[in-house]
């Protein structure tokens, strides 16, 4: 069974950094792109870049770029999204979602169970 | 980039209607298309991708269509259910969303 687990739910102030996980299991963690995708609350789905464990090749929309950094270590089936400055901007769902299988680009087949971030004075 | 536009942003239905969501590219995607259902507080599920392709699981009252800049996606009877908010997606390039439309039972 595929699954996506991320990390728990993070309460930050302004300034701060932050690195949220995803681990995938029960398939090949190097054959499939990890995308990470921004829920602000009461908003919609927003794309923000995908990375390609084999390689580390990633990706970003250009609204994220330079804004996150999303990685990956293959060794032990992680994807990583991280901050190094939070704002209060930043408080959404962040969910990860693992590629269907195919050649070229494909949709977002499985989901993790997000990671809430909460930046707050 | 591309840009996909949902219409309507929100719909009120009664249970057995069909439902009918409609996205349009900014250029053309071929049939690089995906939909999703979230429902409230819940992960985004895929629903459809190829434009028209049901993922394993989907019941069949739910149907996609179009080609190049413009596609549908149909709940030929809607349950309650479906209530959720549905969002489409282009995959063709980069990975862009609609602003998605929520769906309510009147």
């Known amino acids: 069974e595929v699954q996506l687990v991320q990390s728990g739910a993070e309460v930050k102030k302004p300034g701060e950094s932050l690195k949220i996980s995803c681990h995938g299991s029960?398939?090949?963690?190097?054959?499939?792109?990890i995308a990470w995708v921004r829920q602000m609350p009461g908003k919609g789905l927003e794309w923000m870049g995908i990375i390609y464990p084999s390689d580390s090749d990633t990706r970003y929309s250009p609204s994220f770029q330079g804004q996150v950094t999303i990685s990956a270590d293959k060794s032990i089936s992680t994807a990583y999204l991280q901050w190094s400055s939070l704002q209060a901007s930043d408080t959404a769902m962040y969910y990860c979602a693992r590629t269907a299988p195919g050649t070229g680009n494909t949709p977002f087949e499985f989901w993790g169970q997000g990671t809430l971030v909460t930046v707050s004075p | 980039d591309i840009q996909m536009t949902q219409s309507p942003s929100s719909l009120s239905a009664s249970v057995g209607d069909r439902v009918t969501i409609t996205c349009r590219a900014s250029q053309g995607i071929s049939n690089f298309l995906a939909w999703y259902q979230q429902k409230p507080g819940k992960v985004p599920k895929l629903l459809i991708y190829g434009s028209s392709t049901l993922q394993s699981g989907v019941p069949s009252r739910f149907s996609g269509s179009g080609s190049g800049t413009d596609f549908s996606l149909t709940i030929s009877s809607l349950q309650p259910e479906d209530v959720a908010t549905y969002y489409c997606?282009?995959?063709?390039?980069?990975?862009?969303f609609g602003q998605g439309t929520k769906v309510e039972i009147k």
């Open positions: 997606q282009s995959y063709n390039r980069a990975w862009t």
């Open positions: 029960g398939y090949r963690f190097t054959g499939h792109w």
